[in-house]
């Protein structure tokens, strides 16, 4: 039962929304009425925390399960006088003398190099290599990053390691901008166990002994040999993704509030238990303070009462604080842009009753953040059907958003899905959408280009619909073009034709009669996509039988891209079969042979020109890889896993070694045995 104590004070605050967005026009192309009900509108609006004690209550009142708590319910003036309530965004925060920005660093000299494979120019995504302006790789290993000159080939070499300062960090990408050097990645503090007080026990049975962080170090890096620890900040929560624009870092991290507590409330909150902390070190001295409620927002129907923060930190200049804002709900994948940085948050609810077949709806709520050279602002937020597959599904265009989800419809009895797109004004509603689209199966794939949007979709065969967003009040399906297998990432060649990196696939029917889908080996297809209305299959390449596998099928990083020399490479782990391939008899995999970066050159005129394959691994060409063997991790620490160009030479990255080549005739050039 809820505690009714605190309920007028809460009334204001607490919304039941039952009206779900209404949509008009037919089941496929549609035009949306920006009409919507009151309470719609109300579901979607954000609004501020304007006190500790309003927070408490909805702390309170949107309990979650995840940790079992036995909360008595709402709380009141009356029933948790909060104790020690300094000033929020003050509290353990100790005063730092604010010098003059550092400036930028330059160089006389720097060299052509190629750069993480991004989705929106101008955004910088982490990844676990980089490469300097002035030719020097950095690479995580582990729990070190390496320093590597790599330029001039003839002189690389390792000049330097960088050593976290804890060993429960885990480094998760770096950024290189200006000398300065930006590892991102995890954290865990451990907490003291609760102990009982007043003989009330004032924690919950289930403590889980700690909490996640995630944290950014930042270190200036213009002495290669000796590089030097600038900046630490630590936010609460787990890492969710970030983008660098320029010389701004943003971060996205997730926390659930450190409260635990059940029966009789009583004065056992805190203000950090209700807040995330923020901690920072920079100039040699060190500041803890929680975020303040006033950079806090809600939405009336949020479920779990999790913290998404939003934070930006100046690479530039080091006496500037991290800034924050955040928002209490959930939030998985990011989008950003120039202007703006998006937030997706899946939402599944279950219904139904004894006298009904169960039913599910799910949908995805967008969050959208301006971003303007490290200041944030929450501007608007939007609901949709159905869940994003990645952070391809969604696009920013103008003043519109777009984003295509997939429905599944679990407890149909049927496992039906369908797929949508839908397209959002710069207020985050919905003016115009696509629906139900390849009936029966699931996004595997989407790319916008423009005002146009290719989608892959598959279960038996690879349909490649080509969309037509040119009015974002009535996008359409202008072409379609079926074609076995699957595509797992698009990624453009130019305006007029895509290339698709997924698998081949066959058909296997079961006794009774019941068809599935067989992935086999890696499959690369270049389209013309010129007439929308008639997307074509120019060429195709496959790889390996059953079991061949890249990582770039689920990680766009992975992708080495040349556009002014229509050059492209990827790591492959290629898979044979001993025997023929049997359809009757699908599930047999392939052997390992060979791991390395296949390298290619492409043009709509030629298509796909294999120009070189090229292995770290210790082994004869026909020796067959046994991973359960006493060897498998020695071979799989020279596995490729990056592909990067340097001048004109073509660098691939392993664990243990760099090998570089002449991109000229891909001989090899020099290798340098990493440490440790």
């Known amino acids: 039962m809820l505690n009714h104590k605190g309920l007028l004070l809460a009334s204001s605050l607490l919304f039941t929304i039952t009206a779900q967005p209404v949509f008009a026009g037919t089941a496929s192309a549609s035009t949306v009425s920006t009409t919507t009900t009151s309470s719609v509108v109300n579901k979607l609006k954000p609004l501020k925390v304007t006190s500790k004690l309003v ?132 954290a865990w503090q451990s907490l003291a166990q609760p102990t009982p007080s007043g003989g009330k026990m004032a924690y919950n049975c289930c403590w889980w002994g700690g909490y996640s962080q995630t944290r950014a170090l930042v270190y200036d890096v213009s ?97 500037k604080s991290v800034t924050t804002k955040a928002y209490m ?65 969604m696009d920013e265009n103008g003043d519109y958003f777009r984003i295509a989800t997939t429905t599944q419809s679990w407890y149909s009895g049927t496992n039906e899905s369908h797929n949508s797109l839908f397209v959002l004004n710069k207020d985050m509603t919905t003016v115009g959408k ?65 290339i698709g990196f997924g698998h081949n696939s066959t058909t296997y029917t079961y006794d009774n009669g019941q068809s599935v889908a067989v992935p086999l080996g890696l499959k690369m297809a270049l389209f013309d996509v010129t007439d929308m209305k008639n997307p074509q299959e120019l060429y195709n390449v496959s790889i390996g039988d059953k079991g061949t596998s890249s990582p770039l099928t689920y990680n766009h990083k992975a992708l080495y891209w040349d556009a002014e020399k229509h050059l492209f490479g990827f790591p492959v782990d290629v898979s044979e079969l001993s025997v023929p391939f049997d359809a009757k008899n699908p599930w047999v995999y392939g052997s390992g042979k060979w791991q390395g970066a296949y390298i290619y050159e492409v043009t709509p005129e030629k298509g796909f020109v294999e120009k070189a394959k090229l292995s770290q691994l210790p082994i004869t060409k026909n020796m067959t890889i046994k991973y359960g063997d006493s060897d498998s991790f020695s071979y799989s620490n020279y596995f490729v896993d990056r592909i990067l160009r340097i001048d004109n030479s073509l660098y691939t990255l392993s664990n243990n070694q760099i090998n570089a080549y002449d991109l000229a005739n891909f001989k090899e050039q020099n290798r340098l045995e990493l440490n440790p």
């Open 434 to 498: 696509l629906d139900d689209l390849a009936k029966g199966e699931r996004i595997y794939s989407t790319r916008f280009m423009g005002n146009r949007c290719y989608i892959v979709t598959f279960k038996q065969v690879d349909p490649l619909f080509a969309i037509d967003l040119t009015v974002p009040e009535n996008p359409f399906v202008a072409g379609e073009l079926k074609i076995p297998g699957y595509s797992e990432y698009l990624h453009p060649y130019d305006e007029n034709h895509l």
């Open 329 to 393: 709900g959930a939030g998985e994948l990011v989008y950003a842009s120039m202007q703006n940085l998006y937030l997706s948050a899946s939402k599944y609810n279950f219904g139904g009753s004894a006298d009904s077949v169960p039913t599910n709806t799910s949908s995805t709520q967008i969050y959208k953040f301006g971003i303007d050279k490290g200041a944030i602002t929450f501007s608007a937020a939007g609901e949709v059907a159905g869940t994003a597959l990645n952070q391809f599904s």
């Open 223 to 319: 002495d290669h040999a000796n590089p030097k620890q600038i900046r630490d900040v630590a936010i609460d929560g787990d890492y969710l993704d970030s983008r660098r624009i320029g010389d701004n870092l943003y971060f996205v991290t997730r926390s659930y509030p450190r409260y635990y507590m059940y029966g009789d409330i009583g004065t056992t909150i805190k203000t950090t238990d209700m807040l995330p902390s923020i901690v920072e070190t920079k100039n040699g001295k060190t500041a803890t303070r929680t975020m303040a409620v006033s950079d806090l927002s809600y939405f009336p129907d949020f479920i779990e009462p999790d913290y998404v923060v939003v934070a930006s930190l100046s690479l530039t200049n080091t006496a």
């Open 55 to 186: 927070l408490a209550n909805l702390l309170m009142k949107h309990k979650t399960n995840r940790f079992y708590r036995y909360d008595s319910g709402i709380v009141s003036d009356t029933a948790m006088p909060i104790i020690g309530l300094a000033p929020i965004d003050k509290v353990g925060e100790t005063t730092i003398a604010s010098p003059a920005p550092t400036a930028p660093v330059t160089s006389d000299s720097t060299v052509s190099h190629s750069d993480t494979n991004i989705q929106v120019q101008g955004v910088d995504e982490s990844d676990i290599v980089k490469v300097g302006d002035d030719g020097y790789i950095y690479q995580i290993h582990g729990g070190v990053i390496r320093i590597v000159k790599g330029f001039p080939v003839v002189e690389m070499v390792q000049t330097a390691d960088i050593k976290f300062p804890d060993s429960n960090f885990t480094p998760s990408g770096i950024y290189i901008q200006d000398g300065k050097l930006v590892v991102i990645g995890s």
